[in-house]
Protein backbone atom coordinates (compact mmCIF):
# COMPACT_ATOMS: atom_id res chain seq x y z
CA UNK A 1 0.00 0.00 0.00
CA UNK A 2 1.33 3.07 -1.23
CA UNK A 3 2.49 5.70 1.59
CA UNK A 4 2.03 9.36 0.73
CA UNK A 5 2.56 11.14 4.33
CA UNK A 6 5.84 11.73 5.09
CA UNK A 7 5.29 15.00 6.06
CA UNK A 8 3.72 13.50 8.78
CA UNK A 9 5.61 10.56 9.65
CA UNK A 10 8.47 9.30 7.68
CA UNK A 11 8.81 5.55 7.18
CA UNK A 12 11.75 4.69 9.86
CA UNK A 13 15.02 4.66 7.67
CA UNK A 14 16.81 1.25 7.23
CA UNK A 15 19.94 2.74 9.01
CA UNK A 16 17.97 3.86 11.59
CA UNK A 17 16.27 0.45 12.12
CA UNK A 18 20.18 -0.93 12.17
CA UNK A 19 21.66 2.13 14.97
CA UNK A 20 18.03 1.59 17.33
CA UNK A 21 18.70 -2.27 17.62
CA UNK A 22 22.31 -2.01 17.79
CA UNK A 23 22.07 1.17 20.53
CA UNK A 24 19.49 -1.05 22.75
CA UNK A 25 22.31 -3.06 23.62
CA UNK A 26 25.78 -0.91 23.76
CA UNK A 27 23.30 2.48 25.06
CA UNK A 28 21.12 1.57 27.92
CA UNK A 29 23.22 3.60 30.54
CA UNK A 30 23.26 6.68 32.28
CA UNK A 31 26.08 8.68 30.36
CA UNK A 32 26.52 10.88 33.47
CA UNK A 33 27.79 8.27 35.17
CA UNK A 34 31.64 6.98 35.09
CA UNK A 35 31.64 3.38 34.86
CA UNK A 36 32.06 1.48 31.87
CA UNK A 37 28.63 1.36 30.81
CA UNK A 38 27.45 4.97 31.40
CA UNK A 39 30.90 5.80 29.41
CA UNK A 40 30.22 3.95 26.65
CA UNK A 41 25.99 5.88 26.57
CA UNK A 42 28.58 8.95 26.61
CA UNK A 43 30.14 7.96 23.56
CA UNK A 44 27.19 7.04 21.62
CA UNK A 45 25.46 10.23 22.54
CA UNK A 46 28.20 12.54 21.99
CA UNK A 47 29.07 11.00 18.76
CA UNK A 48 25.13 11.54 17.65
CA UNK A 49 24.99 15.29 18.77
CA UNK A 50 28.29 15.40 16.66
CA UNK A 51 26.80 14.06 13.45
CA UNK A 52 23.17 15.98 14.07
CA UNK A 53 25.10 19.22 14.46
CA UNK A 54 27.34 18.39 11.24
CA UNK A 55 23.59 18.28 9.64
CA UNK A 56 21.76 21.27 10.82
CA UNK A 57 25.35 23.55 10.28
CA UNK A 58 26.21 24.31 13.93
CA UNK A 59 28.44 23.56 17.01
CA UNK A 60 28.19 20.26 18.75
CA UNK A 61 27.55 22.11 22.02
CA UNK A 62 25.27 24.65 20.44
CA UNK A 63 22.79 21.50 19.78
CA UNK A 64 20.45 19.73 22.48
CA UNK A 65 17.83 17.02 21.91
CA UNK A 66 14.36 16.87 23.05
CA UNK A 67 11.99 14.54 23.92
CA UNK A 68 9.98 15.90 20.30
CA UNK A 69 9.73 18.52 17.13
CA UNK A 70 7.59 20.17 19.18
CA UNK A 71 8.75 20.93 22.55
CA UNK A 72 12.12 21.57 20.62
CA UNK A 73 9.86 24.44 19.13
CA UNK A 74 8.01 25.69 22.52
CA UNK A 75 11.65 25.30 24.83
CA UNK A 76 13.38 27.74 21.94
CA UNK A 77 10.57 30.34 21.77
CA UNK A 78 10.06 30.44 25.67
CA UNK A 79 14.06 30.45 26.29
CA UNK A 80 14.56 32.93 23.61
CA UNK A 81 11.80 35.41 24.72
CA UNK A 82 12.68 35.14 28.36
CA UNK A 83 16.71 35.76 27.16
CA UNK A 84 15.25 39.21 25.25
CA UNK A 85 12.54 40.08 28.03
CA UNK A 86 14.73 43.44 29.00
CA UNK A 87 14.52 44.31 25.02
CA UNK A 88 10.71 43.86 24.61
CA UNK A 89 8.07 41.30 24.43
CA UNK A 90 6.70 41.53 21.04
CA UNK A 91 7.23 37.73 19.12
CA UNK A 92 7.00 38.20 15.10
CA UNK A 93 6.19 35.23 13.75
CA UNK A 94 4.34 34.04 9.99
CA UNK A 95 0.69 33.30 9.59
CA UNK A 96 1.45 29.92 8.09
CA UNK A 97 3.69 28.53 10.92
CA UNK A 98 3.12 24.74 12.37
CA UNK A 99 0.73 24.86 15.57
CA UNK A 100 3.42 24.20 17.63
CA UNK A 101 4.93 28.09 17.26
CA UNK A 102 1.17 29.40 17.50
CA UNK A 103 0.76 27.59 20.55
CA UNK A 104 3.90 28.93 22.25
CA UNK A 105 2.01 32.32 20.28
CA UNK A 106 -0.66 31.89 22.66
CA UNK A 107 1.23 31.04 25.81
CA UNK A 108 3.18 34.06 25.40
CA UNK A 109 0.15 36.63 24.75
CA UNK A 110 -1.18 34.97 28.09
CA UNK A 111 1.40 35.77 29.85
CA UNK A 112 1.12 39.75 29.06
CA UNK A 113 3.44 39.29 25.92
CA UNK A 114 2.55 40.78 22.55
CA UNK A 115 2.43 38.55 19.08
CA UNK A 116 2.00 39.69 15.42
CA UNK A 117 1.54 37.78 12.55
CA UNK A 118 3.19 38.32 8.93
CA UNK A 119 0.84 37.83 5.94
CA UNK A 120 1.72 35.32 3.32
CA UNK A 121 1.07 35.53 -0.85
CA UNK A 122 -1.41 33.03 -2.26
CA UNK A 123 1.74 30.75 -2.28
CA UNK A 124 2.35 30.94 0.89
CA UNK A 125 5.68 32.52 0.98
CA UNK A 126 6.47 35.48 3.69
CA UNK A 127 7.97 39.04 1.89
CA UNK A 128 11.52 39.46 3.32
CA UNK A 129 10.39 43.15 2.63
CA UNK A 130 7.31 42.52 4.90
CA UNK A 131 9.52 41.13 7.62
CA UNK A 132 12.02 44.63 7.63
CA UNK A 133 9.05 47.19 8.07
CA UNK A 134 7.35 44.40 11.31
CA UNK A 135 10.89 44.49 12.86
CA UNK A 136 9.65 47.46 15.39
CA UNK A 137 12.25 47.80 18.38
CA UNK A 138 10.46 45.58 20.85
CA UNK A 139 10.63 42.96 19.17
CA UNK A 140 11.93 39.96 21.15
CA UNK A 141 12.37 37.35 18.33
CA UNK A 142 11.43 36.23 14.93
CA UNK A 143 9.82 32.67 14.37
CA UNK A 144 9.75 31.59 10.68
CA UNK A 145 9.74 27.72 9.15
CA UNK A 146 11.99 27.24 6.43
CA UNK A 147 9.18 25.18 4.50
CA UNK A 148 5.89 24.91 4.68
CA UNK A 149 4.03 21.71 6.27
CA UNK A 150 1.23 21.53 4.25
CA UNK A 151 2.18 22.90 0.98
CA UNK A 152 5.86 22.88 0.66
CA UNK A 153 6.29 26.82 0.25
CA UNK A 154 10.28 27.37 1.27
CA UNK A 155 10.28 30.61 2.92
CA UNK A 156 13.39 33.28 2.37
CA UNK A 157 15.05 32.52 5.67
CA UNK A 158 18.47 33.51 4.14
CA UNK A 159 17.47 36.74 3.83
CA UNK A 160 15.18 37.45 6.97
CA UNK A 161 18.18 35.91 8.65
CA UNK A 162 20.20 39.14 7.58
CA UNK A 163 17.44 41.34 7.95
CA UNK A 164 16.72 39.86 11.67
CA UNK A 165 20.78 40.08 12.42
CA UNK A 166 20.94 43.83 11.40
CA UNK A 167 18.14 44.74 13.87
CA UNK A 168 19.29 42.66 16.51
CA UNK A 169 17.17 40.20 17.24
CA UNK A 170 17.02 36.57 16.61
CA UNK A 171 15.44 34.16 14.21
CA UNK A 172 14.16 30.71 15.36
CA UNK A 173 13.78 28.55 12.13
CA UNK A 174 11.18 25.04 12.50
CA UNK A 175 13.18 23.30 10.34
CA UNK A 176 11.40 19.81 10.73
CA UNK A 177 10.05 19.46 7.11
CA UNK A 178 13.45 20.33 4.80
CA UNK A 179 16.40 19.28 7.24
CA UNK A 180 16.32 16.08 5.13
CA UNK A 181 17.05 17.49 2.20
CA UNK A 182 19.38 20.20 3.24
CA UNK A 183 21.01 22.35 6.27
CA UNK A 184 18.78 25.58 6.31
CA UNK A 185 21.04 28.71 4.81
CA UNK A 186 21.81 31.84 6.43
CA UNK A 187 22.78 33.44 10.31
CA UNK A 188 19.38 31.85 11.68
CA UNK A 189 19.97 31.76 16.06
CA UNK A 190 17.54 29.07 17.19
CA UNK A 191 16.78 25.64 15.00
CA UNK A 192 14.31 23.08 15.45
CA UNK A 193 13.50 19.93 13.71
CA UNK A 194 11.95 16.49 14.62
CA UNK A 195 13.11 13.26 14.22
CA UNK A 196 10.44 11.41 12.67
CA UNK A 197 10.54 13.56 9.79
CA UNK A 198 13.47 12.49 8.33
CA UNK A 199 12.84 8.58 8.92
CA UNK A 200 13.99 8.49 12.89
CA UNK A 201 12.05 7.06 15.67
CA UNK A 202 9.41 9.03 16.99
CA UNK A 203 10.12 10.91 20.52
CA UNK A 204 13.18 12.69 19.03
CA UNK A 205 13.41 16.54 18.66
CA UNK A 206 16.72 18.89 18.62
CA UNK A 207 17.06 22.35 18.68
CA UNK A 208 19.91 24.54 18.48
CA UNK A 209 21.17 27.42 19.96
CA UNK A 210 24.21 29.39 18.51
CA UNK A 211 26.37 31.06 20.50
CA UNK A 212 25.82 34.74 21.28
CA UNK A 213 21.95 33.98 21.24
CA UNK A 214 20.72 34.91 24.77
CA UNK A 215 18.65 32.21 26.31
CA UNK A 216 17.16 31.51 28.97
CA UNK A 217 15.86 27.64 29.45
CA UNK A 218 12.73 27.92 30.81
CA UNK A 219 10.96 25.48 33.54
CA UNK A 220 12.48 23.23 36.00
CA UNK A 221 16.47 22.97 35.19
CA UNK A 222 18.28 19.46 35.74
CA UNK A 223 22.08 18.84 34.40
CA UNK A 224 21.04 17.25 31.74
CA UNK A 225 21.58 18.35 27.92
CA UNK A 226 23.17 21.28 29.14
CA UNK A 227 19.95 22.26 31.45
CA UNK A 228 17.66 23.18 28.23
CA UNK A 229 16.02 19.33 28.08
CA UNK A 230 15.03 17.94 31.64
CA UNK A 231 15.42 14.31 31.77
CA UNK A 232 16.96 11.05 30.92
CA UNK A 233 18.64 10.88 27.30
CA UNK A 234 16.57 8.34 25.47
CA UNK A 235 20.41 7.11 23.73
CA UNK A 236 18.73 4.77 21.21
CA UNK A 237 16.62 6.98 19.59
CA UNK A 238 18.87 9.81 19.40
CA UNK A 239 21.76 7.40 17.99
CA UNK A 240 19.40 6.59 15.29
CA UNK A 241 17.54 9.64 14.51
CA UNK A 242 21.33 11.25 13.91
CA UNK A 243 22.00 8.07 11.70
CA UNK A 244 19.24 8.41 9.41
CA UNK A 245 19.80 12.05 9.40
CA UNK A 246 23.42 11.37 8.23
CA UNK A 247 22.37 8.30 5.66
CA UNK A 248 19.83 10.96 3.79
CA UNK A 249 22.29 13.51 3.56
CA UNK A 250 25.49 11.66 2.95
CA UNK A 251 27.08 11.56 -0.91
CA UNK A 252 25.50 12.26 -4.38
CA UNK A 253 22.47 9.50 -4.12
CA UNK A 254 20.82 11.83 -1.24
CA UNK A 255 21.01 14.74 -4.32
CA UNK A 256 19.83 11.86 -6.93
CA UNK A 257 16.95 10.77 -5.15
CA UNK A 258 15.52 14.52 -3.99
CA UNK A 259 15.90 15.56 -7.89
CA UNK A 260 13.71 12.44 -8.57
CA UNK A 261 11.25 13.10 -6.20
CA UNK A 262 10.64 16.57 -7.62
CA UNK A 263 10.24 15.28 -11.07
CA UNK A 264 7.37 13.18 -9.53
CA UNK A 265 6.00 15.58 -7.82
CA UNK A 266 6.26 17.96 -10.90
CA UNK A 267 4.72 14.90 -12.85
CA UNK A 268 1.38 14.92 -10.49
CA UNK A 269 1.16 19.12 -10.15
CA UNK A 270 1.20 19.16 -14.14
CA UNK A 271 -1.27 15.79 -14.71
CA UNK A 272 -3.81 16.17 -11.49
CA UNK A 273 -5.71 19.05 -13.15
CA UNK A 274 -5.25 17.81 -16.67
CA UNK A 275 -6.95 14.38 -15.10
CA UNK A 276 -9.86 16.10 -12.42
CA UNK A 277 -12.10 19.32 -13.52
CA UNK A 278 -12.02 21.96 -10.86
CA UNK A 279 -8.46 21.52 -8.96
CA UNK A 280 -6.55 24.09 -7.58
CA UNK A 281 -2.81 23.24 -7.20
CA UNK A 282 -1.58 25.62 -4.35
CA UNK A 283 2.01 26.46 -2.99
CA UNK A 284 5.10 27.83 -4.63
CA UNK A 285 5.90 25.69 -8.01
CA UNK A 286 9.54 26.00 -8.13
CA UNK A 287 10.51 27.59 -4.42
CA UNK A 288 9.06 24.52 -2.65
CA UNK A 289 10.24 20.79 -1.11
CA UNK A 290 11.13 18.33 -3.59
CA UNK A 291 8.76 15.83 -2.08
CA UNK A 292 5.43 17.73 -1.65
CA UNK A 293 2.19 19.31 -3.13
CA UNK A 294 -1.00 19.86 -2.44
CA UNK A 295 -4.26 20.38 -4.53
CA UNK A 296 -7.88 20.78 -3.64
CA UNK A 297 -10.86 19.92 -5.63
CA UNK A 298 -14.24 21.50 -5.91
CA UNK A 299 -17.41 20.16 -4.87
CA UNK A 300 -15.82 17.32 -2.63
CA UNK A 301 -16.22 16.40 1.03
CA UNK A 302 -12.88 16.04 2.12
CA UNK A 303 -13.13 13.45 4.81
CA UNK A 304 -15.02 10.71 2.36
CA UNK A 305 -11.98 11.63 -0.48
CA UNK A 306 -9.51 10.49 1.81
CA UNK A 307 -10.74 7.39 3.00
CA UNK A 308 -11.71 6.59 -0.58
CA UNK A 309 -8.25 7.30 -1.24
CA UNK A 310 -7.22 4.64 1.56
CA UNK A 311 -9.71 2.42 0.03
CA UNK A 312 -8.12 2.34 -3.02
CA UNK A 313 -4.73 1.77 -0.98
CA UNK A 314 -3.21 5.08 -1.12
CA UNK A 315 -2.27 6.84 2.47
CA UNK A 316 -2.73 10.73 2.02
CA UNK A 317 -3.35 13.54 4.49
CA UNK A 318 -5.24 17.44 4.02
CA UNK A 319 -5.77 20.35 5.52
CA UNK A 320 -9.61 20.65 4.74
CA UNK A 321 -11.64 21.24 7.42
CA UNK A 322 -13.96 18.19 6.41
CA UNK A 323 -11.37 15.94 8.04
CA UNK A 324 -10.99 17.90 11.38
CA UNK A 325 -13.18 17.54 14.34
CA UNK A 326 -13.52 21.20 14.92
CA UNK A 327 -14.43 21.74 10.98
CA UNK A 328 -12.06 24.43 11.66
CA UNK A 329 -10.69 25.14 7.78
CA UNK A 330 -6.46 24.80 8.03
CA UNK A 331 -5.08 28.11 9.11
CA UNK A 332 -2.23 27.32 6.34
CA UNK A 333 -4.68 27.74 3.54
CA UNK A 334 -7.23 30.14 5.15
CA UNK A 335 -3.93 32.41 5.44
CA UNK A 336 -3.15 31.86 1.63
CA UNK A 337 -6.62 32.77 0.66
CA UNK A 338 -7.20 28.81 -1.44
CA UNK A 339 -9.54 26.60 -1.49
CA UNK A 340 -9.83 24.18 1.65
CA UNK A 341 -12.54 22.10 0.61
CA UNK A 342 -11.29 18.46 -1.15
CA UNK A 343 -7.70 19.11 0.34
CA UNK A 344 -5.49 16.19 -0.88
CA UNK A 345 -1.10 16.73 0.70
CA UNK A 346 0.51 14.18 -1.13
CA UNK A 347 4.43 13.97 0.33
CA UNK A 348 6.57 11.11 -1.06
CA UNK A 349 9.01 8.93 1.39
CA UNK A 350 12.43 8.11 -0.16
CA UNK A 351 11.93 5.20 -2.26
CA UNK A 352 8.44 6.32 -3.90
CA UNK A 353 8.18 4.04 -7.00
CA UNK A 354 7.48 5.57 -9.93
CA UNK A 355 4.54 2.98 -10.43
CA UNK A 356 3.07 4.37 -7.55
CA UNK A 357 2.59 7.60 -8.87
CA UNK A 358 1.49 6.45 -12.18
CA UNK A 359 -1.53 4.16 -10.21
CA UNK A 360 -2.52 7.26 -7.93
CA UNK A 361 -2.85 9.12 -11.58
CA UNK A 362 -5.37 6.68 -12.74
CA UNK A 363 -7.20 6.40 -9.57
CA UNK A 364 -7.34 9.61 -8.21
CA UNK A 365 -10.28 10.92 -11.47
CA UNK A 366 -12.67 7.84 -10.38
CA UNK A 367 -12.32 8.62 -6.60
CA UNK A 368 -13.00 12.18 -7.31
CA UNK A 369 -16.05 11.82 -9.46
CA UNK A 370 -17.45 8.97 -7.11
CA UNK A 371 -17.64 11.32 -4.23
CA UNK A 372 -18.99 14.09 -6.27
CA UNK A 373 -21.66 12.15 -7.48
CA UNK A 374 -22.60 11.17 -4.24
CA UNK A 375 -23.04 15.10 -3.20
CA UNK A 376 -25.37 15.17 -6.60
CA UNK A 377 -22.75 16.98 -8.89
CA UNK A 378 -22.33 14.84 -11.88
CA UNK A 379 -19.57 14.66 -14.43
CA UNK A 380 -21.70 16.67 -17.26
CA UNK A 381 -23.78 18.95 -15.14
CA UNK A 382 -22.97 22.94 -15.06
CA UNK A 383 -21.63 23.30 -11.62
CA UNK A 384 -18.90 22.16 -13.09
CA UNK A 385 -18.60 25.22 -15.44
CA UNK A 386 -21.15 27.42 -13.59
CA UNK A 387 -20.15 30.50 -15.31
CA UNK A 388 -21.35 29.16 -18.25
CA UNK A 389 -25.00 28.18 -17.78
CA UNK A 390 -26.61 30.98 -19.19
CA UNK A 391 -28.30 29.10 -21.44
CA UNK A 392 -28.93 26.09 -19.73
CA UNK A 393 -32.31 25.29 -17.66
CA UNK A 394 -30.90 25.15 -14.03
CA UNK A 395 -30.95 22.60 -10.91
CA UNK A 396 -32.34 23.75 -8.38
CA UNK A 397 -29.93 23.87 -5.55
CA UNK A 398 -29.84 20.95 -2.30
CA UNK A 399 -30.48 23.93 -0.06
CA UNK A 400 -33.78 26.30 0.10
CA UNK A 401 -33.32 29.43 -2.57
CA UNK A 402 -35.27 32.49 -2.43
CA UNK A 403 -35.95 35.67 -4.99
CA UNK A 404 -34.45 38.48 -3.70
CA UNK A 405 -34.61 42.35 -4.89
CA UNK A 406 -30.52 42.24 -4.58
CA UNK A 407 -30.83 38.58 -7.03
CA UNK A 408 -31.22 34.75 -5.14
CA UNK A 409 -30.24 33.52 -1.21
CA UNK A 410 -29.25 29.76 -1.20
CA UNK A 411 -30.20 28.77 2.34
CA UNK A 412 -27.25 26.54 3.37
CA UNK A 413 -27.73 26.89 7.37
CA UNK A 414 -26.34 23.77 9.07
CA UNK A 415 -25.12 22.15 6.18
CA UNK A 416 -21.11 21.58 5.94
CA UNK A 417 -18.49 21.70 3.30
CA UNK A 418 -18.61 21.59 0.31
CA UNK A 419 -22.64 21.82 0.33
CA UNK A 420 -22.27 25.91 0.33
CA UNK A 421 -20.12 26.09 -2.65
CA UNK A 422 -22.21 23.34 -4.42
CA UNK A 423 -25.31 25.26 -3.90
CA UNK A 424 -23.26 28.88 -4.93
CA UNK A 425 -22.63 26.87 -8.11
CA UNK A 426 -25.56 26.21 -9.20
CA UNK A 427 -27.41 29.34 -8.32
CA UNK A 428 -25.52 31.59 -10.25
CA UNK A 429 -26.78 30.55 -13.28
CA UNK A 430 -30.00 31.71 -11.87
CA UNK A 431 -29.55 35.59 -12.14
CA UNK A 432 -28.42 37.78 -14.97
CA UNK A 433 -25.12 39.20 -15.09
CA UNK A 434 -24.49 41.62 -12.56
CA UNK A 435 -26.96 39.78 -10.73
CA UNK A 436 -26.02 38.31 -7.01
CA UNK A 437 -26.34 35.01 -5.44
CA UNK A 438 -26.66 35.54 -1.25
CA UNK A 439 -24.82 32.49 0.86
CA UNK A 440 -26.49 31.45 3.83
CA UNK A 441 -24.09 29.29 5.70
CA UNK A 442 -22.94 28.85 9.60
CA UNK A 443 -19.92 26.57 8.25
CA UNK A 444 -16.61 28.53 8.78
CA UNK A 445 -15.26 27.26 6.04
CA UNK A 446 -17.79 29.29 3.68
CA UNK A 447 -15.78 32.40 4.85
CA UNK A 448 -12.71 30.33 2.61
CA UNK A 449 -14.37 28.58 0.39
CA UNK A 450 -16.73 30.85 -1.36
CA UNK A 451 -14.70 33.65 -1.93
CA UNK A 452 -11.78 30.73 -3.46
CA UNK A 453 -14.49 29.62 -5.61
CA UNK A 454 -14.85 32.56 -6.76
CA UNK A 455 -11.55 33.05 -7.77
CA UNK A 456 -11.70 30.04 -9.65
CA UNK A 457 -15.14 30.62 -11.51
CA UNK A 458 -14.13 34.42 -12.36
CA UNK A 459 -16.97 35.41 -10.35
CA UNK A 460 -17.02 38.85 -8.11
CA UNK A 461 -16.86 38.50 -4.11
CA UNK A 462 -18.64 40.96 -2.78
CA UNK A 463 -18.08 40.24 0.77
CA UNK A 464 -19.78 38.97 3.97
CA UNK A 465 -22.41 40.34 6.29
CA UNK A 466 -23.84 39.38 9.41
CA UNK A 467 -26.58 37.19 9.63
CA UNK A 468 -29.62 36.11 11.72
CA UNK A 469 -27.59 32.76 12.18
CA UNK A 470 -24.15 32.59 10.52
CA UNK A 471 -23.30 34.76 7.89
CA UNK A 472 -24.23 35.74 4.79
CA UNK A 473 -21.79 35.64 1.98
CA UNK A 474 -22.88 37.75 -1.34
CA UNK A 475 -21.98 36.78 -4.77
CA UNK A 476 -21.91 38.81 -8.31
CA UNK A 477 -22.45 36.93 -11.68
CA UNK A 478 -19.74 38.38 -13.83
CA UNK A 479 -20.30 36.29 -16.70
Not at 51 to 78: I, K
Not at 91 to 111: F, G
Request: glycine residues 10%.
Amino acid sequence: MPYFDAASAAPLHPVAREALLASLDEGWADPARLYREGRRGRLLLDAAREAAAEAVGCRPDELVFTPSGTQAVHAGVAGALAGRRRAGRRLLHSAVEHSSVLHAAEVHAAAGGTVAELAVDRTGRVAAGDVAAALTPDTALVALQSANHEVGTEQPVEEVAELCQEAGVPLLVDAAQSLAWGPVPGAWSLLAASAHKWGGPPGVGLLAVRKGTRFAPQGPRDEREAGRSAGFENIPAVVAAAAALRALRSGPAADTEAARLRELVDRIRTRVPELVPDVEVVGDPVRRLPHLVTFSCLYVDGETLLHELDRAGFSVSSGSSCTSSTLTPSHVLRAMGVLSEGNVRISLPYGTAEADVERFLEVLPGVVRSVRERLGVRAAEPVAGAADTAGAAPEEPAGAMAEEPEGVVVDSLGRRCPIPVIELAKAIGQVPVGGTVTVLSDDEAARQDIPAWCGMRDQEYVGERAAEHGAAYVVRRRA
